[in-house]
């Protein structure tokens, strides 16, 4: 499942990164923001690969980037993992209940633009906002499985690093539309919701922080802040190479919707990634 990845390499082919810029990126990829727990697997399994990333510059920026993004997921027949979108953790089920526990990484947030190699979102517009700290985050899953159409999870982001930025929530719904021998789309509805902390840390504006940007001093209180639709599309070119493409939107809602750095409302996300299992 898939979690909306509200905080989110260049567009051309890797070989075009050096390797100073590719070693800190290998390392935090496997940190990268979390996403709804995957299948678990049933033998070991190694899936490297890489693509691109259409996201905002930050959650509510009017302007969108493109940012390479890589594959590397390795699941054990145990439930060890260690994965670009899930981090490292642990993952099993019961029946149709299933759980996961990781260790993962939310990027920060710059207040001036950043490049498109960048972990971390960032604009012009947030000048005098100041940075936002990334952190190491756990993360505990919960799902069930209603029927062979309808999977339910709980998630939770809690900052292991950077305990202001606070606590996050997601609630997600994913619906399997098709599946063949080499192809599968899925459906998947997001609803986050975040504590006070981090509703003000990323949404917010303090009195120092207005005095420096100009923006309008708001509180942020607690509260749902977002809901996200995402179709994923998976394409199995032979038994080892597969296509993987998504297209959505994220809609801000609540006090995240009403904050002065907020441009835009609603905010388009996609992927194209091509990737090789062993």
Same mark, same amino acid.
């Given at each position: 499942?898939? *979690?909306?990845?509200?905080?989110?390499?260049?567009?051309?082919?890797?070989?075009?990164? @050096? !390797?100073?810029? =590719?070693?800190?990126?290998?390392?935090? &990829?496997?940190?990268?923001?979390?996403?709804? /727990?995957?299948?678990?697997?049933?033998?070991?399994?190694?899936?490297?690969?890489?693509?691109?990333?259409?996201?905002?510059?930050?959650?509510?920026?009017?302007?969108? #980037?493109?940012? +390479? /993004?890589?594959? !590397?997921?390795?699941?054990?027949?145990?439930? !060890?993992?260690?994965?670009? $979108?899930?981090?490292?953790?642990?993952? *099993?089920?019961?029946?149709?209940?299933?759980?996961?526990?990781?260790?993962?990484?939310?990027?920060?947030?710059?207040? #001036?633009?950043?490049?498109?190699?960048?972990?971390?979102?960032?604009?012009?517009?947030? #000048?005098?906002?100041?940075? &936002?700290?990334?952190?190491?985050?756990?993360?505990?899953?919960?799902?069930? %499985?209603?029927?062979?159409?309808?999977?339910?999870?709980?998630? /939770?982001? &809690?900052?292991?690093? %950077?305990?202001? *930025?606070?606590? /996050?929530?997601?609630?997600? &719904?994913?619906?399997?539309?098709?599946?063949?021998?080499?192809?599968?789309?899925?459906?998947?509805?997001?609803?986050?919701?975040?504590?006070?902390?981090?509703?003000? +840390?990323?949404?917010?504006? @303090?009195?120092?922080?207005?005095? *420096?940007?100009?923006?309008? #001093?708001?509180?942020?209180? @607690?509260? =749902?802040?977002?809901?996200? +639709?995402? =179709?994923?599309? $998976?394409?199995?070119? @032979?038994?080892?190479?597969?296509?993987? $493409?998504?297209?959505?939107?994220?809609?801000? $809602?609540?006090?995240?919707?009403?904050?002065?750095?907020?441009?835009?409302?609603?905010?388009? +996300?996609?992927?194209?990634?091509?990737?090789?299992?062993?």
């Amino acid at each position: 499942m898939r *979690n909306i990845n509200l905080h989110n390499k260049s567009p051309s082919s890797l070989s075009g990164l @050096s !390797l100073k810029k =590719i070693l800190p990126g290998v390392v935090l &990829i496997l940190l990268a923001p979390p996403v709804l /727990a995957a299948e678990q697997k049933q033998s070991n399994e190694l899936t490297l690969g890489g693509g691109v990333d259409i996201a905002p510059y930050y959650s509510g920026s009017e302007k969108s #980037r493109v940012t +390479t /993004a890589l594959v !590397l997921d390795y699941s054990t027949e145990n439930g !060890l993992f260690v994965s670009s $979108t899930r981090g490292l953790g642990y993952g *099993n089920n019961i029946g149709k209940f299933n759980y996961s526990a990781a260790l993962s990484y939310r990027a920060g947030r710059k207040d #001036r633009d950043v490049d498109s190699n960048s972990m971390s979102g960032g604009s012009n517009y947030l #000048r005098g906002m100041g940075d &936002i700290k990334g952190s190491a985050i756990g993360i505990p899953t919960l799902g069930y %499985e209603i029927s062979d159409w309808i999977n339910v999870q709980l998630q /939770a982001e &809690i900052p292991i690093s %950077e305990l202001d *930025n606070g606590t /996050a929530l997601h609630f997600g &719904i994913v619906s399997p539309l098709y599946q063949s021998s080499n192809s599968s789309v899925t459906l998947t509805f997001t609803g986050s919701w975040g504590t006070s902390k981090y509703m003000q +840390t990323y949404y917010g504006v @303090s009195t120092s922080q207005s005095a *420096n940007s100009g923006f309008k #001093r708001y509180d942020a209180g @607690s509260g =749902i802040f977002a809901w996200s +639709t995402n =179709i994923d599309w $998976t394409y199995k070119i @032979s038994q080892d190479w597969s296509v993987i $493409t998504g297209a959505g939107f994220t809609q801000l $809602t609540g006090d995240a919707h009403n904050s002065p750095i907020v441009q835009r409302k609603t905010s388009p +996300t996609g992927s194209l990634k091509v990737a090789y299992s062993f």
